[in-house]
């Protein structure tokens, strides 16, 4: 059974740093896109970035162009996002998936259980 677990959520002050893992496990193919997605409290979910099975392409949220890089190590089934700069509005639970098409970020197969990231002084 295919499965994504991620972790390194946590608490951190506002101007500081974290990175998360996307750890896939199971029958996943080791190249699948990959995909970070958010859920703050009382909203919906949304998308943060994107990393095509190649690694090669990448794409982000406007909300955290600049700040947030995605990268993946293939060899591993593992998948990054190093979050720097972090400002309160980034407080949510952060989801990876697998998504069936790059471009489509609805079109996500698999969800991960999540992992929180508080962002507080």
């Known amino acids: 059974q295919e499965q994504l677990q991620e972790s390194g959520g946590g608490l951190v002050e506002p101007g500081g740093s974290l990175t998360l893992s996307c750890a896939a496990s199971g029958q996943t193919p080791p190249t699948y896109t990959m995909a970070w997605f958010r859920q703050a409290p009382g909203k919906e979910r949304t998308f943060v970035s994107v990393?095509?099975?190649?690694?090669?392409?990448?794409d982000y949220a406007d909300s955290v162009k600049g700040r947030f890089t995605t990268t993946r190590e293939k060899a591993k089934n593992l998948v990054y996002l190093q979050m720097n700069n972090l400002e309160p509005e980034d407080t949510a639970v952060y989801y990876c998936?697998?998504?069936?098409?790059?471009?489509?970020?609805?079109?996500?197969?698999?969800w991960g259980q999540g992992t929180q990231v508080t962002v507080s002084s």
């Open positions: 990393i095509s099975r190649s690694g090669s392409i990448t």
């Open positions: 998936a697998v998504l069936n098409e790059l471009r489509d970020y609805s079109s996500v197969r698999l």
